[in-house]
């Protein structure tokens, strides 16, 4: 089992930033690819950011390219997603997910999910 635990949501300004962390258990952590999502209310949970097992390989969604950066320290067994240039429509409820894929962006590739942290920027 892999259970997984964010933080590091809360209020920020439109054009600041927010660091969103993921602290995995297990000892396979590293034969995960991790993903982060979001879900406003009234739609479907979207993909944002992905990263490979190892860190070599990372994909983003259009809407956050060049603003938010995915990492992951296998050594301590967390993945995290670096937001900057935040706009309103990036208030959401942010997900960590791991997936036994090597890398995915659609939420039927992640078999584990954390339980959530919500992001709001003002504007």
């Known amino acids: 089992q892999v259970q997984l635990i964010e933080s590091g949501g809360g209020l920020v300004q439109a054009g600041g930033s927010l660091r969103l962390s993921c602290a995995a258990s297990?000892?396979?952590?590293?034969?995960?690819?991790m993903g982060w999502f979001r879900q406003v209310p009234g739609k479907e949970r979207e993909f944002a950011a992905a990263?490979?097992?190892?860190?070599?390989?990372?994909n983003y969604a259009d809407s956050v390219k060049g603003r938010f950066t995915i990492s992951r320290d296998n050594a301590k067994n967390t993945v995290y997603l670096q937001m900057s240039s935040l706009k309103p429509e990036d208030t959401a409820v942010y997900y960590c997910a791991a997936s036994r894929a090597i890398i995915a962006d659609k939420p039927v590739n992640y078999a584990y999910w954390g339980q959530g942290t919500q992001v709001t920027v003002s504007s």
């Open positions: 297990g000892r396979t952590f590293s034969s995960f690819g």
């Open positions: 990263i490979s097992r190892s860190g070599g390989i990372t």
